[in-house]
Structure formats: structure tokens, C-alpha cells
């Protein structure tokens, strides 16, 4: 029914720049909040970043000043800039999206099946 498909993952160096993109496809009526999560090997998955319709932001405090979340609606896309890349930022990312179906008055959340990211020191 629904599609959240991630790209841009990859390996880069400390410091080095990185964009993630998500996009959402099928029976979708609207998108409510849109995220990115990672999770480490050996960790749990963590939030590291979400955004609403409305364009309101929360980033996580490892990723200020670093990462900046954005999202077209028009496209049903999310994108994750990452800056100043860290070792500790070596995760596998998903996207996650609260979508409500077309002809459904509730909202389910999705997620995509994650991009490898891995940075070297």
C-alpha cells in the first residue's frame, strides 16, 4: 500500500557530508510527521531527526548544528543533510513517515528499510 524508499547512504570520512532522501509512495492522502532514525550495531534505534507537515522540527542533541531535516510535500520527500560527519554517526538510517491512507480517517507509521551509513576515522 505504501512505499518509503531511502537513498544516499554510503561511506565517507570523518567530516565529510552526507544527504539522505526518502520518498513515500502509494495510497497516501496525507503525510503527517516524517523522520529519520538510526540504529548502530549492538544499539537501539534512535531518533535522529523529525519534521511535521507544518515544517516543525525536532533534531536530536548528538546531531545539532550538524544535521538539518527538510521535506517537499509536494514530492512526499524527506531529506537528511548531514555535516561534519562522525564516527559515532555510523548507523543504519530509516525513514519513518505518518501517513494516512486515502479513504482512512487514522494514520499508520511506515518505514523504510534503511540505508547503511558509516563514517571513517
Known amino acids: 500500500q505504501v512505499q518509503l524508499v531511502e537513498s544516499g547512504g554510503g561511506l565517507v570520512q570523518a567530516g565529510d557530508s552526507l544527504s539522505l532522501s526518502c520518498v513515500a509512495s502509494g495510497s497516501i492522502f496525507s503525510i503527517y510527521a516524517m523522520g529519520w532514525y538510526r540504529q548502530a550495531l549492538g544499539k537501539q534505534r534512535e531518533l535522529v531527526a523529525v519534521?511535521?507537515?507544518?515544517?516543525?522540527?525536532n533534531l536530536a542533541d548528538p546531531v545539532k548544528g550538524r544535521f538539518t531535516i527538510s521535506r517537499d510535500n509536494a514530492k512526499n520527500t524527506v531529506y537528511l543533510q548531514m555535516n561534519s560527519l562522525k564516527p559515532e554517526d555510523t548507523a543504519v538510517y530509516y525513514c519513518n513517515a505518518d501517513i494516512q491512507h486515502l479513504g482512512s480517517r487514522v494514520s499508520i507509521g511506515y518505514w523504510g528499510q534503511g540505508t547503511q551509513v558509516t563514517v571513517s576515522s
Open positions: 519534521i511535521t507537515s507544518a515544517g516543525r522540527i
